[in-house]
């Protein structure tokens, strides 16, 4: 880090022997200028913010003393070494309230002077790094924070806040608004059915950077919430001058299903809400655009625009929000909410005529796979189980058959979530979320804070369900998705590292190295070496 410096005093030939004699450049020092009194160093201080600075405390028009004062009023960081020739300790008393680092006195010893400035300069980098590593941590803790409260907006699941969390406090929370959009992989629930839990991970972490990147190409301030496995909430923030353009929008959305199409061979869906969306509106929009990608008369295609439905509602569109009631209850566990739910889906079903079950019966087709989705993430259901469910559904049952599979599978994710502990919830929270965010700064005090439990309960609580340290787990879960990409991807290892929560090449190599015997580019060639010359399922897309 490259320092600057101003150098004050009325005596001509002390300012020539301090540019010439103090090796500024050797320091990593740059020399801003010269001044002859207090008045015209404060000009150069106001523009040029130096981090050191030399002072002369007896000067004409303008002394040290009230320089410093001066100073302070819009300066409080800058270190000042002051150099005299009268060695009045009343005098130099009187400085000391203005946090003068050091003293030099004249006639100067130039040896101790620059000895004198490399520490000072020394100090300054290192307390400017600290700040910058705590401006990080804040700003990475902020992100996470706003993040936690779109995603609780958007579930409809964090309770009644007192006010809405508000960035930086720069917006008021009825001004503050989003282009949004919902990407779904293309048949997830049908792919995922062949992954494994480590090709679902990889998967879903590939396809979350690529919209991560992509997104900062367009120069906006954006959030991406993964609200479940193979399905995220993509939040432009709109605000004045940059209104809601939905032409812009299509664009972006155009841009990120081919971005995921051409690096990752698989198609994703984007659901496009055609308006400004506020902070109150989310959980609506969100049902409405996953409504638009299974029910829409476009659903076919890769971008599809979510239109409001107009006049009264029909009968899909009643079954849809009985639908997303039940969910909701279920989500939630609120038994009676759930069983309401269910009860009148079945009583519409069976007030239906005959004539119209083929009109809805993509709404009980697609409430079987949303279910199944919902009950993953939850963990209520077993492969073995989901497997036979799907046997089911592959029968291309009528509806009355299809609507008892969706009945057992309720009552089955009733009375498997009733019986999950609190530990255990806060715990798949955990897991959840250092899947989500392997990228991002993680540790126990974020986890913590995101859960709402003190560090050391969740200390307890995680060593006790995983059987590992939080470190540990974290740990290995970075490592087996560096491993991941170091085999599939030809990003580089500085990249990969970065991918995984490493910023600095250096640590990820050492941890690397240490977890798995070899170097991330020598496991590279090993993997490369046993899968011959097939292409990479995830290049690199800065080519």
């Known amino acids: 880090m490259r320092l600057k410096a101003l150098l004050i005093d009325d005596e001509v030939n002390i300012l020539k022997n301090l540019q010439a004699v103090i090796p500024w450049d050797a320091l990593n020092i740059e020399m801003i200028g010269t001044a002859r009194n207090g008045e015209q160093a404060l000009e150069l201080a106001r523009e040029h913010r130096p981090q050191l600075i030399l002072c002369d405390i007896r000067m004409p028009v303008m002394d040290g003393i009230e320089f410093l004062g001066a100073l302070r009023e819009f300066d409080t960081e800058a270190e000042v070494i002051m150099m005299t020739g009268y060695q009045d300790f009343s005098y130099v008393r009187s400085v000391i309230r203005y946090e003068v680092k050091d003293y030099i006195l004249k006639p100067i010893d130039y040896e101790e002077l620059v000895e004198t400035i490399r520490r000072l ?16 941590e804040w700003k990475q803790v902020f992100h996470l924070a706003y993040e936690k409260v779109l995603y609780d907006q958007i579930t409809d699941l964090g309770g009644s806040a007192s006010r809405p969390f508000l960035k930086l406090g720069e917006l008021e929370g009825d001004h503050l608004a989003f282009a949004m959009m919902l990407v779904d992989v293309e ?49 432009i923030e709109r605000s004045a001058p940059d209104l809601y353009d939905r032409t812009q929008c299509l664009s972006w959305a155009e841009t990120l299903r081919q971005a995921v199409q051409s690096y990752l061979k698989l198609s994703i869906r984007v659901a496009l809400h055609p308006a400004e969306v506020t902070l109150k509106q989310l959980s609506k929009t969100y049902k409405s655009l996953q409504r638009s990608l299974y ?30 009631e039940m969910v909701t209850g279920l989500k939630r566990c609120d038994r009676r909410r759930t069983e309401t739910s269910l009860r009148e889906l079945n009583e519409s079903f069976r007030s239906l005529p005959e004539n ?41 049952q009528g509806i009355r058959e299809t609507l008892q599979v969706v009945n057992r599978l309720v009552d089955q994710s ?34 913590a804070e995101y859960l709402g439990i003190s560090g050391s309960y969740f200390s307890l609580l995680f060593k006790q369900h995983f059987g590992e340290t939080f470190v540990e787990y974290v740990t290995k879960q970075r490592m087996e998705m560096a491993r991941s990409l170091l085999a599939l991807s030809d990003k580089s290892v500085t990249q990969v590292g970065q991918m995984v929560g490493y910023a600095e090449r250096r640590y990820f190599t050492r941890v690397f190295s240490k977890y798995t015997g070899m170097l991330p580019s020598e496991y590279r060639e090993q993997q490369q070496n046993k899968s011959g010359a097939d292409k990479p399922a995830w290049t690199n897309q800065d080519g």
């Open 187 to 235: 048949d997830y629930s049908k792919r995922e059915r062949f992954w494994d839990d480590k090709e679902r991970k990889l998967w879903n972490f590939a396809i979350n950077n690529i919209l991560q990147e992509n997104l900062g190409a367009f120069g906006v301030e954006y959030s991406v919430i993964q609200v479940r496995s193979g399905e995220w909430c993509v939040l």
């Open 295 to 324: 029910l829409s008369s476009t659903a076919h295609e890769g971008v599809i625009v979510s239109e409001k439905a107009r006049g009264s509602l029909d009968t899909s569109q009643q079954l849809w929000d009985t639908i997303e």
């Open 356 to 396: 119209s079950f083929e009109r809805v019966a993509p709404i009980v087709h697609y409430l079987c796979i949303h279910l199944l989705r919902e009950m993953r993430e939850m963990e209520v259901i077993t492969r073995d189980e989901e497997t036979e469910i799907w046997r089911q559904i592959d029968r291309h």
């Open 414 to 447: 009733l009375e498997s979530v009733m019986k999950k502990k609190t530990s255990d919830v806060l715990m798949l929270s955990a897991k959840d979320y250092i899947e989500r965010n392997l990228s991002a700064e993680l540790s126990i005090d974020v986890l």
């Open 121 to 136: 300069a020394d100090a300054i980098r290192e307390r400017s790094l600290e700040q910058r590593s705590m401006q990080q």
